[in-house]
T-cell receptor, first 113, second 115 residues
Framework: EAGVAQSPRYKIIEKRQSVAFWCNPI?????LYWYQQILGQGPKLLIQ????????DSQLPKDRFSAERLKGVDSTLKIQPAKLEDSAVYLC???????????FGQGTRLTVV | GQQLNQSPQSMFIQEGEDVSMNCTSS?????WLWYKQDPGEGPVLLIA?????ELTSNGRLTAQFGITRKDSFLNISASIPSDVGIYFC???????????????FGKGTKLSVKP
């Protein structure tokens, strides 16, 4: 069974530029999560989707971050414009349902210079 | 918001040693989870605990859900080199309508091999 796929693996951008990350969850998984993991910290939830609807985006900085999951499968996370403090690993995870184990992708390491 | 205090922050192990780490919170959680993260990878679930007092094993790993629901520990017995990595605890509350709430992660315990 294929795992959660994320791309790109690494991205370096200058501050004030835009960036987008892509996630393909495990086939059949209805729930999709985006986490931000700053160096030396545990992951922090940014947004949770159930199919193509947003369940929780309370910790998403909506002035610069946006995410969508239009057809209830793949998802994109965008940052526009990026700030230095956005440097982190962005992890996507998916689960069969909201009450089952979440499986994480390898993440995208973003460096903002 | 809820915060988890995970300790120790880092530790060095010699092969064959037992390892212990714990997580405490000022808040009560319904579920405690322990993850391991290797460099360049996402976290992988090791053990999930659903009831206060529950003691669960997964091979050489044993974890317990504290009676007060505010703490949990993870033990690794007879450590081996591939145990090296970062271990995270995570607490989860019930969300609206009894659904699972968000995971709150600790800052991690980094396990390294003694030089």
């Amino acid at each position: 069974e294929a795992g959660v796929a994320q791309s790109p693996r690494y991205k370096i951008i200058e501050k004030r530029q835009s960036v987008a990350f892509w996630c393909n969850p495990i086939s059949g998984h209805a729930t999709l999560y985006w986490y931000q993991q700053i160096l030396g910290q545990g992951p922090k939830l940014l947004i949770q989707f159930q199919n193509n609807g947003v369940v929780d985006d309370s910790q998403l900085p909506k002035d610069r971050f946006s995410a969508e999951r239009l057809k209830g499968v793949d998802s994109t996370l965008k940052i526009q414009p990026a700030k230095l403090e956005d440097s982190a690993v962005y992890l996507c995870a998916s689960s069969l349902r909201r009450d089952t184990e979440a499986f994480f992708g390898q993440g995208t390491r973003l460096t903002v210079v | 918001g809820q915060q988890l205090n995970q300790s120790p922050q880092s530790m060095f192990i010699q092969e064959g040693e037992d390892v212990s780490m714990n997580c405490t919170s000022s808040s009560i959680f319904n579920t405690w989870l322990w993850y391991k993260q290797d460099p360049g990878e996402g976290p992988v679930l090791l053990i999930a605990l659903y009831k206060a007092g529950e003691l669960t094993s997964n091979g050489r790993l044993t974890a317990q859900f504290g009676i007060t629901r505010k703490d949990s520990f993870l033990n690794i017995s007879a450590s081996i080199p591939s145990d090296v990595g970062i271990y995270f605890c995570a607490g989860q509350l019930k969300g609206p309508g009894g659904s699972q709430g968000n995971l709150i992660f600790g800052k991690g315990t980094k396990l390294s091999v003694k030089p």
